[in-house]
């Protein structure tokens, strides 16, 4: 059974604990839904550093990439919204990108 790729975005920076949980959820809710999620905040946070701007612009450009890849991108709000979702927001707004909303709680 193929699954549509979805790019998740959530908050990812300040309360690491709480948003990785969060992310957690909103992966296993996609999955739930019969989707392919992909969250790169959730991926190259392991290998770049978040709050070394420079490391953090690059894993957002990579994580761009794979967007582009995807069916659409769903922004998870409960939250709230951080500068990296709405710079995501804005991205696929740019490019004429399919995204959508969504809340878990």
């Not at 392919?36 to 994580?63: E, K």
Request: some cysteine; overall charge neutral; hydrophobic content about 30%.
């Amino acid at each position: 059974m193929s699954r549509p790729l979805i790019y998740l975005e959530s908050p990812y920076a300040g309360d690491l604990v709480t948003n990785r949980t969060y992310l957690k959820e909103c992966i296993l809710d996609s999955i739930d839904r019969g989707e392919n999620p992909y969250a790169s905040h959730g991926f190259f946070t392991q290998y770049l550093d978040d709050t070394i701007h420079s490391q953090r612009m690059l894993g957002m450009s990579l994580g761009d990439q794979w967007r582009l890849l995807c069916e659409k991108t769903i922004f998870y709000e409960d939250l709230g919204w951080s500068r990296g979702m709405q710079s995501g927001r804005d991205f696929c707004i740019k490019l004429g990108l399919h995204y959508d909303y969504r809340r878990i709680r």
